[in-house]
């Protein structure tokens, strides 16, 4: 993921929000935070907020769902906050502002709800790993054994990370051992070193390739189907906008949300 500058509402949240950004990110940046545009307010009603901690892979889905649902409530506005669902559930535990999360694994959604932070999560989509490699592949990536080669510049996401943690389950079900030149904070990231040429390959979602829109291209391997990661949603339970929170999370259970999902590459669980 390219780092980008904080709304300022991002850069408004307490000190301790923004010192679990940065304790998340490899770069020293905070986690990305954007904002979809918002309706103008109802005749003779206030404005409304929605927040949403959502994983980086969920960066075009969720904003394009953001749109759609400030459509459907004029005067509200969904905000959102895009990066490492590790880091989105430090920064929730230490009393973000935040209203739904969804998580690119179980076991991150767990921080939360074991807290007694979120309520019962719903498991909306699942995501698989594939090897991306610049457009004309200069090492001649192939499989995933070719990541071994001492040659190869390979790219992960830290292993405290979702899809860091899926890595390591698929090189581990093939019996391999990589050494990256790099470990990034979220999967965005870790593209991104693909995009600008700086490594040789990495191993990144399926729907992330297709977002990529032709930059980079990518080789389906098959340990990837060992790896599945199954992303939850979950309001949380001291959401500022309880209500709001619910009917986000119904559009993205919806069939409305299913469809967009899976335009991206996304499986149903």
Known sequence: MVFRRLSRWAIALPVAFALAGLSGCGSGGPAT???AASSAPAAGGAAKEVTVFAAASLTGTFTELGKTFEAAHP??????????????????AQGAPADVFAAASPATMKTATDASLANAPTTFVRNKLEIAVPKDNPAKVDELKDLTDSKVKV????EQVPCGAAAIKALDAAGLKVKP?????????TLTKVELGEVDAALVYKTD?????????????????????????????????????????????????????????????
């Open 181 to 189: 030149v790099t470990l990034e904070q979220d999967v965005k990231a």
């Open 33 to 35: 935070s954007t904002t």
């Open 155 to 158: 790219a992960l996401c830290a």
């Open 209 to 269: 390739v297709i977002a990529s829109a032709g930059k980079v291209q990518g080789i389906a391997f098959p340990e990837a189907d060992q790896a599945i990661n199954d992303y939850p949603i979950a309001t949380l339970t001291k959401a500022p906008a309880g209500d709001l929170a619910k009917q986000f999370v119904d559009l993205v259970l919806s069939q409305q949300g299913k469809d967009v999902l899976t335009k991206a590459g996304f499986e149903a669980p």
């Open 75 to 92: 005067g509200t506005t969904v905000k959102f906050n895009f990066g490492s669902s590790a880091t989105l559930a430090q920064q929730i």
